[in-house]
């Protein structure tokens, strides 16, 4: 089955700064590759998404990169804030999602001030 | 409101006491899953169901059983609950969006096993 490694599983930054959280997957069939956000005590919540046929995405200061050949795709978070302090994981599906997602183990996104 | 949503919300149960966790939504979606979340694994798919009566396993199925009698209800079955199932638990539900199906989280449940 499907494996995907995430790194690193904490990740300290300055408020301002950018973040980078990278994912690899082992099945080349996985085409759909969501992130989500999870606040404590809260649920998972999808905050970027990219398929396959796709090598990057933006939604405003949240961007996602997709390299099929190499099995790695990304999440950069450009101009952190407070808020963006959660944990976030990546996850892949080879049927966009349709029989679930297979998860990484998550990173923990601390925004310093 | 669309939602999905779990009873109970918490649970603190006795090893081998039989348990049903409950999912419902109301969104129409044909397709549910269930996941366990435990610190320093991520979420775990258990078992999901892509339509009525129509079932199968995720990667930790061993100790769940579910059922799909309804398009809106899912629920988890524990026969036996044992303390390695201890756990917080998320139901799911997806709907195909821009060709993609968009998992949609329930609230969780949380539940430990003594």
């Known amino acids: 089955g499907e494996n995907v490694e995430q790194h690193p599983s904490t990740l300290s930054v300055q408020e301002g700064d950018s973040a980078v959280i990278k994912c690899t997957y082992s099945?080349?069939?996985?085409?759909?590759f969501p992130w989500y956000k999870q606040e404590l005590g809260k649920r998972p919540q999808l905050i970027i998404d990219i398929r396959s046929n796709v090598g990057e995405k933006k939604d405003q200061r949240i961007a996602v990169t997709l390299n099929k050949t190499a099995k790695h795709f990304s999440l950069h978070i450009t101009e952190t804030q407070p808020e963006d302090s959660a944990v976030y994981f990546c996850a892949a599906s080879r049927r966009g999602g349709a029989d679930g997602l297979t998860f990484g183990k998550g990173t923990h996104l601390i925004i310093q001030p | 409101e669309a939602q999905v949503t779990q009873n109970p919300r918490y649970l603190i149960t006795v090893t081998g006491k039989k348990l049903t966790v409950t999912c419902s939504q109301n969104m129409n979606h044909e397709y549910m899953s269930w996941y366990r979340q435990d610190p320093g694994l991520g979420l775990r798919q258990i078992y999901y169901s892509m339509n009525v009566e129509v079932t199968d396993k995720g990667d930790v199925p061993e100790g769940y059983k579910v059922s799909r009698k309804e398009k809106r209800n899912f629920p988890l079955i524990l026969e036996s609950p044992s303390p390695n199932q201890t756990s917080l638990y998320f139901c799911?539900?997806?709907?195909?969006?821009?060709?993609?199906?968009?998992?949609?989280f329930g609230p969780g449940t949380r539940l430990t096993v003594t």
């Open positions: 099945d080349s069939a996985s085409n759909y």
């Open positions: 799911a539900s997806s709907f195909l969006s821009n060709r993609a199906y968009e998992q949609y």
